[in-house]
Each structure stands twice: as structure tokens, then as C-alpha cells.
């Protein structure tokens, strides 16, 4: 999913450049903190989904540009052999942030929502933090059990379960127990991202 040419965090420096913002500037556009943005332009952090999808919304593109996809396609299939992993992993320490996903659309141009296939880990490197943005999600546990906290109601999922929420309430959604879950998740981007 990763361009191998440019990374995450060189793709989003180099949007940040070409829109002559600073690192505060974006940072206060996607809602997130500027050492976080630190660390994403230098790879040694590959953000939460939310974090991606409010990085493309600050720089007006889709959500696939981050990942050097074009998007030209009026549909996309994407076989079980052929999808590519992004973790969140810190280059630096090499140790697990909490998941991994696979984007299940980059290929379909003007998209309003994005999927993905995510592994929660139960080995997290930090404590799990709040995420908000614009949209809704959907998340259907495939394996395994989810923990998810919505503002102040906290629930666990199994295997066959699923959630439809607005992303503006503050969630948090991480593996439950001691093996590894795997999630399909469904974002609805909103008229407010697409970019046509």
C-alpha cells in the first residue's frame, strides 16, 4: 500500500511542502498533536486510520493519495494474495503500536467511503488513545474480540459482531484479551472529503 518509492511520512511531508504549511498548521487541521506529526514524517509512526483519513481532509485529497495510489478506477478489486499491509510500527524501537491494515479500495476513484482489513494486536506499544474525526464507521469482527469505547459506554465485540457509529464521538477501538483480533472497517468519508 506504501508507495516504494516515497513513504507515508514522505508523502505527507511532501504534501505539507506543496501546500507551504507547517508542521503546526497540519497538525491543528488533522486534530492531532505535532509530535505526532513529527514522528509520522519520519516513519517511525504510522498513524490510526482516523489520523489518515483527518491527514487527507488537511490537505484536501483522498485518502489513497496518502499511500501514492491514483485512484483512477470506477472500481477496484483487490485479491486475498495481492493486498499489502501497512503496520503501525515506530522504526525506531521496531516494537507493535496495537494493529495493522490492508486498504481494500484504493484503486476506485471518487470514493466515499474507505476499507480496510485491520488486525488489532494485543501487544500494544502505547496505552490506546481518543480518536475523532469526520464520517462514520463501520467495523465487523472477523476473528477474535474488539474492545470499544464510544465517549463513556465501553463494549466488547466477538467474532460475528459489529458497530456502526458517527466518527466525531470520541472512540477507541483495540484488541480484547491475549490474541490478536481481525476486523473489516468501513469509513464513510463524507461530502466534506470527497475529492472529485
Known amino acids: 500500500m506504501v508507495n516504494k518509492k516515497e513513504s507515508l511520512g514522505d508523502k505527507i511531508q511532501s504534501l505539507r511542502r506543496q501546500h507551504n504549511l507547517s508542521m503546526a498548521e497540519v497538525a491543528g487541521k488533522?486534530?492531532?498533536a505535532e509530535s505526532?506529526?513529527?514522528?509520522?514524517?519520519?516513519?517511525e509512526l504510522i498513524p490510526p486510520l482516523g489520523n489518515i483519513i483527518s491527514l487527507a481532509g488537511a490537505f484536501g485529497v483522498e485518502v489513497g493519495e496518502l499511500f501514492g495510489d491514483s485512484g483512477d478506477s470506477p472500481f477496484c478489486i483487490v485479491r486475498s494474495d495481492d493486498r499489502q499491509e501497512v503496520s503501525r510500527f515506530s522504526a525506531a524501537y521496531s516494537k507493535s503500536c496495537g494493529y495493522?491494515?490492508?486498504g481494500l479500495g484504493q484503486q476506485k476513484r471518487n470514493r466515499q467511503m474507505e476499507p480496510?482489513?485491520?488486525?488489532?494486536?494485543?501487544?500494544q506499544e502505547d496505552e490506546a488513545r481518543e480518536n475523532q474525526h469526520i464520517g462514520e464507521e463501520f467495523i465487523f469482527v472477523l476473528q477474535g474480540k474488539v474492545e470499544i469505547a464510544l465517549a463513556d459506554h465501553k463494549d466488547i465485540l466477538n467474532s460475528g459482531d459489529s458497530i456502526y457509529y458517527d466518527s466525531n464521538v470520541p472512540h477507541i477501538v483495540s484488541c480484547h484479551g491475549d490474541e490478536p483480533a481481525t476486523i473489516l472497517a468501513v469509513i464513510y468519508a463524507k461530502e466534506e472529503m470527497i475529492i472529485l
Open 36 to 43: 505526532t506529526l513529527a514522528r509520522i514524517e519520519r516513519d
Open 100 to 102: 495493522s491494515y490492508q
Open 30 to 32: 488533522a486534530g492531532i
Open 116 to 123: 480496510f482489513l485491520v488486525t488489532l494486536s494485543p501487544d
